[in-house]
């Protein structure tokens, strides 16, 4: 096929130099590259809807709640026009941009941050382009600023959040698309109260970080990290560093001085239940105020839902034990995954002794194993794997435990002490909200597939995410076959 272009500008043809550099350019994009376009099908009884292609790179996520399945790539200019590099005179550095379930954003020279601030439900974007920042959610642009502070904050229905920003010197709070200006120095961190009608956020000015809650200063430090404020802004739970040392405040009540705080449990209504804290060199557990006893070392702590059971593995010396209410079950080399179950009738933990692995239920010893930790290895099928796998499952309100085991090389899942069948890898399960289902994903030589009560899904080149249970009774998962990604979906009875 030829082409014929006529530019002209003011004083006739454009000079002949210009012209071929622009014919130049355009022949440069070449042609983009066909591919096949899959079609939604069914197989097996899952569903497979096509939603994206050559996503290798990219990352795929499934919302917690199984509401949104995308995936998101940050994809840089494979060749930098030429145009652009002669005006630069070689100096244009390829852009990028966030490519979001296929559809591209503007060209960008930097993506400063990208990810789910709120639970994994909605997909922000800081970009730079010279001296300004974008903030977009997914590809819709919410506004240009001097600079976008990585604090956010969203109300429990999802419906309002907040974050900060700057213009020129001056900050602002944004919520829900209303700017308020901010005096008295640098935004670093801020929280929306339940229902979105309170917001408290720290101001940082040489040296020095305020609270401010209520429009009023509450306290200043060194380091301040904010947890919750309440819906009639009362009840504001922080955590301060002054002097080397480190406190919890809530409801204006302040901790004792400790050298580390970690691992904060609070309730729906902000009510501290339980949290890790160190001192004299022993680490324990405060538990609804009640101090526990110091260990050597103390790991993640897990409380039912109405946080009147709580457990954590504890060290002492180089021997482990499980505490389940201040109670020590046990002495093993290593204690790992300790869970409670949402009603609290389930412990269950993770144990190596004499070097071999087991599970521990209500007491009730489950193995040995010679594994009973997955880990991305040379059985793993090719490809990104979103997400971190726990290790145990507890069912929800129900008494069932999950898990992924390996013996001499070959991988199963344990659900209520019975095994599946061996694959070349497993991940622990997940359950249905009424804990009926189970589903896990296994490997096959380097093929990903789906297992829901016990019946395997179709094969796929490796499955980026999931599987989650949805409310509305379907189970849902991202995988790749080829070079498309698809968005299966299967109805669970």
Partial sequence: MRTSCYLRGRQGLLPPLLLA????????????????TATARVVQGHHEQPIGQSVRDAIAVVGRAGEHGCYIACEEEARIPPVSQ????????????????????????????????????????????GNKEFLYEGLRRIGAYDGVTLAFAVSKDGKMFAYAVRRGNQWFIVR?????????????????????????????????????ANGKPVGSYQQVTLYF???DGKRLVYEAKQGGKRFLVADGKQSPPYTLI??????????????????????????????SPPYDEVGIPSLSRDGKQVAYPARIGNRWTIVVNGQKRGRYDQVESVQVGEDGNVVAAVVQDGGQWFVMVNGRREGPYDS???????????????????????????????????????????????????????????????????????????????????????????????PVFRKDGYLEYLAVRGETLYRVTVPVK
């Avoid at 622009?22 to 096949?36: E, H, I, P, S, V």
């Avoid at 229902?195 to 040296?207: F, H, K, P, T, V």
């Avoid at 970690?262 to 105020?289: E, I, N, P, T």
């Avoid at 979103?386 to 001499?408: F, N």
């Fill in 176 to 212: 829900n698309g209303q700017e308020t200006p901010v005096s008295g120095g640098a935004i670093t961190d801020l929280v929306l109260s339940p229902d979105g009608s309170q917001i408290a956020y720290a101001l940082e000015q040489a040296g020095k970080q305020t609270i401010i």
């Fill in 86 to 129: 002669l005006i630069s005179f070689g100096k244009r550095k390829p852009a990028v941009r966030v490519v979001f379930n296929g559809q591209p954003s503007p060209w960008f020279e930097q993506i400063v941050w990208m990810g789910f601030p709120f639970n994994n439900e909605r997909f922000f974007f800081v970009a730079r382009m």
């Fill in 372 to 466: 009973v930790n997955p880990t991305l290895g040379s059985n793993h099928m090719a490809g990104p794997f979103g997400g971190l796998v726990s290790q145990l499952a507890v069912g929800a309100g129900s008494r069932r435990v999950g898990y992924a085991a390996e013996v001499g090389g070959k991988w199963f899942v344990v659900v209520d002490g019975k095994r599946s069948a061996p694959y070349d890898h497993a991940y622990p399960p997940v359950f249905s909200h009424d804990g009926a289902h189970v589903a896990f994903l296994a490997v096959r030589g380097n093929r990903g597939l789906i297992v829901l009560d016990g019946r395997e899904g179709p094969q796929y080149d490796y499955i980026s995410s999931g």
């Fill in 21 to 36: 550099v622009l014919c130049f350019a355009l022949l440069a994009t070449g042609c983009a590259k066909r591919t096949r």
């Fill in 262 to 291: 970690r691992w904060l449990s609070l309730a729906d209504d902000g009510r501290v239940q339980a949290y890790v804290a160190q001192a004299g060199g022993k680490q324990f557990v405060v538990w609804h105020g009640r101090r």
């Fill in 229 to 231: 404020i309440g819906n």
